[in-house]
């Protein structure tokens, strides 16, 4: 089929795409949180995905599915007839390695229920979902919906797959991420009890094994984190220094 869209067309709808893409990466640069992250997906997905007007991320916490992040309430709502019905483009994504799509859900009988619910109870007409994974691990589904059947087409899959690609790098770097900070934040803490122990040995004239018992002992004492005594006593000691 020939491509009859405009130039002027055409060079907005990616001058659209690069900038919201620009948007995703300056999140995933910037070290944002999950929930940060998630949000941006599912709002950037109704820009770069051909059909798309709602879309909703879900992710699987043991056997149960969770809804971390919607466009809408259209798409959470969608997303909670999923978890009811247990059957959709989500619920199937997550465990299955190709993207589930339908076009029109009212004449589609992959997902009877779900369909039944969706038709009675929200504008959607036509679904799709891209699992993700992180870490080598299956953990959730990109969930895409249309309210015009037959809008979500093979261009909307490929555009999905694209999304759904990148919201598992921006996730998986998150997660490096907060390991990162979990680890510099055990190191310092560390450093603290090491100066602490170090302070109480020197003060008391005791060896290293007695003066660790000190500070395991005030911290059960006091109901405070090991590294929390430590801090104060560290603390205490440059107050009197200076």
């Known amino acids: 089929m020939r491509d009859t869209m405009p ?3 055409r ?4 001058g659209r795409s690069a900038a919201t893409f620009a948007t995703l990466a300056d999140l995933l640069y ?8 998630h949000q941006a997906i599912c709002d950037a997905a109704p820009l770069l995905v051909e059909g798309c007007d709602h879309a909703s991320l879900m992710l699987r916490e043991g056997s149960r599915y969770v809804t971390v992040a919607a ?3 259209v798409a959470a709502r969608v997303d909670e007839f999923e978890r009811v019905e247990n059957e959709g483009p989500c619920v199937d994504a997550i465990v299955s390695d190709t993207p589930q799509f339908e076009t029109d859900l009212a004449t589609s009988s992959q997902w009877p229920r779900l369909s039944a619910r969706v038709l009675a109870h929200t504008p959607v007409r036509g679904a799709a979902g891209f699992r993700l994974v992180i870490l080598g691990r299956k953990v959730g589904a990109l969930n895409l919906f249309s309210d015009t059947a037959g809008a979500l087409n093979t261009t909307s899959v ?3 797959i694209m ?3 990148f919201a598992a790098v921006a996730l998986a770097a998150v997660h ?3 390991e990162a900070e979990t680890l510099r934040a055990g190191l310092a803490s560390n450093r603290e009890i090491g100066k602490a122990v170090g302070l109480l040995m020197a003060f008391h004239n005791i060896p290293e094994t ?3 018992e000190i500070l395991r002992t005030t911290s059960q004492d006091m109901n405070l984190k090991l590294a929390t005594v430590a801090q104060e006593i560290v603390a205490h000691h440059h107050r009197k220094v200076t």
């Open 7 to 9: 130039d002027t067309t």
């Open 210 to 212: 007695q003066a660790m």
């Open 176 to 178: 490096e991420h907060a």
């Open 11 to 14: 060079s907005q709808a990616v």
């Open 30 to 37: 910037a070290g944002q949180d999950y929930g940060h992250v």
């Open 158 to 160: 490929d555009q999905g």
């Open 163 to 165: 999304l759904a690609s």
């Open 71 to 73: 466009s809408d309430d």
